[in-house]
């Protein structure tokens, strides 16, 4: 069984940062690509950055050049360090594992990131 438990959520003001990490359990395939999605209430969930396994990154447009994200392939995890964080950052932050061969998805519970004004 694979399981994705993620860390480091909270509270912050904004301008401050904040570091999540996830952690994967169990086996799990490569390539894939590690990433992280967020969800604000009555919004879409988004992706905020990805990595694959080849050291490739994805990031949205809102979050270049605040946020950086990375893995350890060798451990199964990732972390996303955010940096200037603002109010619009606001929402649950999810952890994702997308496998390549076959495709398959798999999610975090999520961690909440509240940014103050």
């Known amino acids: 069984q694979v399981q994705l438990v993620e860390s480091g959520g909270g509270l912050v003001q904004a301008g401050g940062s904040l570091r999540l990490s996830c952690a994967a359990s169990?086996?799990?395939?490569?390539?894939?690509?590690m990433g992280w999605y967020r969800q604000a209430p009555g919004k879409q969930r988004e992706l905020v950055a990805a990595?694959?396994?080849?050291?490739?990154?994805n990031y949205a447009d809102s979050v270049k050049g605040r946020f950086t994200i990375s893995r350890d392939n060798a451990k199964n995890t990732v972390t996303l360090q955010m940096n200037s964080l603002k109010p619009e950052d606001t929402a649950v932050y999810y952890c994702?594992?997308?496998?390549?061969?076959?495709?398959?998805?798999?999610w975090g519970q999520g961690t909440q990131v509240t940014v103050s004004s």
């Open positions: 169990g086996k799990i395939s490569s390539p894939n690509t």
């Open positions: 994702n594992i997308n496998t390549w061969y076959p495709p398959y998805d798999y």
């Open positions: 990595i694959t396994s080849g050291a490739t990154t």
